[in-house]
């Protein structure tokens, strides 16, 4: 059981859930006083111990049966409450309906004995259908269907199953016992879908806590979709993905930390140290210096960025404790200081809320001007730690671009990056100022796509270990 538990936190911490190594040693000593008898008291040990944000909790509902439930209610025998000549009508039509086909003959003795799949069937299913190559949860129910094809459970089963329901009909078999031997079979399908659910589900979460996060940032063709083709339920789909993405950023900045324990040479530390050596330096001694990242972010949000913005503020949220402070901007034809919303709300509401208040309409974007408002209001945001990041696509409608405002953040600031959502092929065409800015900044990174975006932000960190 401890193994499980070790388990059930790495796919946790996969989903997003912050869980600290003292949390994780409450729950161990939790699960000891409460024993696991009682299952609902189980989990609300775990529960109490792990959960500290409400849409954890929801992360928690879902893996919890993936790990300490029983893989779905166990299937029924349709043939148990059949009297002997029922039982024996039903035998005689089942023969006389598959003949010498074995290719249902495994699903039958599913769904009309009640025999639940061994886990080595499931396993042999699962390979087949790919699920060992699956670690993305809109993956779940594309996968359970393929396993259910690959069992028979298809429309030529159903086409069987009432022929069968005809042909025990004609052989005389009441009605009573007819609708009881059809909704026991059909509960048997459900329950049946449940039981390659929850092993689907319990697959994806072990291979995406499995996944050393140091890999590069490989996912859907979702996440390496372009923002402005993707549908609104492509978007929402997204959602969903944004809190492990986080998971793995925070993962791989960790480790940078870890690698750059080292740090550079202290002389004067090391000559102290090895006096007692006669001078002899046998002991190295190092300076460690972790900053974290000081952000300021000035994000388009006209109808062209506007779903990067929401994924650049959403990722760059949920990954607070790996960032000194961020101070976010958005602008459209001025610029506005959003940071109260993020100081009062989790970020994915924040985001709902900011975007509401700020939505496209019929006018121009204008980032000079929103440049030339924000050295005059807000250059106190910027310091020598601050990376200043500017998310848009350049464009100013043949409005003055005000260079010399990005000069003047620059020389205040640590390092100056911009994130493009477009085409680099398209910078400088038509209204486009992007090539003028481009010299200006010390990287500009495409974020055409998420997996982009979030490569980009990944890179953050290393300007910082």
Not at 11 to 18: S, T
Not at 192 to 201: A, D, F, H, T
Request: net charge negative.
């Amino acid at each position: 059981m401890d193994q499980r538990i070790v388990e059930f936190i790495a796919a946790l911490r996969a989903a997003g859930v912050r869980v600290s190594l003292a949390e994780s040693a409450d729950a161990f000593r939790a699960t000891e006083v409460v024993g696991v008898q009682q299952r609902d008291l189980f989990k609300s040990a775990l529960s109490t111990t792990l959960v500290k944000e409400e849409p954890d909790q929801e992360v928690f509902e879902k893996l919890f049966p993936y790990y300490f439930g029983s893989g779905g209610p166990p299937l029924l025998n349709p043939t148990e409450d059949l009297d002997p000549q029922d039982a024996q009508m039903l035998k005689d039509a089942l023969r006389a309906l598959l003949g010498d086909d074995d290719r249902l003959k495994q699903l039958l003795q599913h769904i009309m004995e009640g025999r639940n799949p061994s886990q080595e069937e499931l396993d042999e299913m699962g390979r087949r259908a790919g699920v060992p190559l699956s670690r993305q949860d809109y993956q779940k129910q594309w996968l359970a269907r393929r396993m259910m094809r690959q069992l028979g459970m298809d429309k030529e089963f159903q086409e069987l199953m009432q022929e069968l329901m005809e042909r025990l009909r004609e052989m005389g078999m009441s009605d009573e016992a007819l609708r009881e031997l059809a909704a026991r079979i059909r509960a048997n399908e459900g329950i049946l879908q449940e039981q390659i659910e929850n092993y689907v589900g319990q697959q994806i979460a072990r291979q995406q806590a499995e996944q050393d996060p140091r890999q590069p940032f490989e996912g859907p063709d979702l996440m390496h979709r372009r923002f402005e083709n993707l549908s609104e339920s492509d978007i929402q789909e997204l959602r969903h993905q944004i809190r492990r993405l986080a998971a793995r950023l925070r993962s791989r900045a960790a480790l940078r930390m870890k690698k750059g324990k080292r740090g550079t040479l202290d002389p004067k530390r090391t000559i102290r140290i090895n006096l007692r050596n006669g001078g002899v330096p046998l002991e190295l001694k190092h300076k460690i210096h972790h900053e974290k990242p000081k952000l300021v972010i000035i994000c388009d949000v006209s109808t062209s960025v506007r779903p990067v913005a929401e994924f650049m503020l959403r990722l760059v949220y949920e990954l607070q404790d790996q960032i000194a402070k961020a101070r976010p901007f958005i602008f459209i034809d001025d610029i506005s200081d959003i940071g109260a919303a993020f100081q009062q709300y989790r970020p994915e509401i924040a985001v709902e809320m900011v975007l509401a208040a700020n939505p496209p309409g019929y006018y121009n974007t204008n980032l000079g001007y929103s440049l030339a408002h924000f050295t005059e209001d807000y250059m106190d945001a910027v310091d020598h730690r601050t990376t200043v990041i500017i998310l848009g696509d350049g464009r100013n409608n043949y409005l003055n671009p005000r260079l010399d405002c990005v000069t003047e953040i620059k020389s205040r600031a640590r390092k100056m990056l911009w994130f493009n959502n477009e085409d680099p092929h398209l910078w400088g065409t038509g209204d486009s100022d992007m090539l003028a800015y481009q010299p200006l900044f010390d990287a500009v990174h495409t974020v055409s796509n998420l997996a982009q975006l979030t490569e980009a932000i990944d890179k953050l960190f290393d300007i910082y270990a």
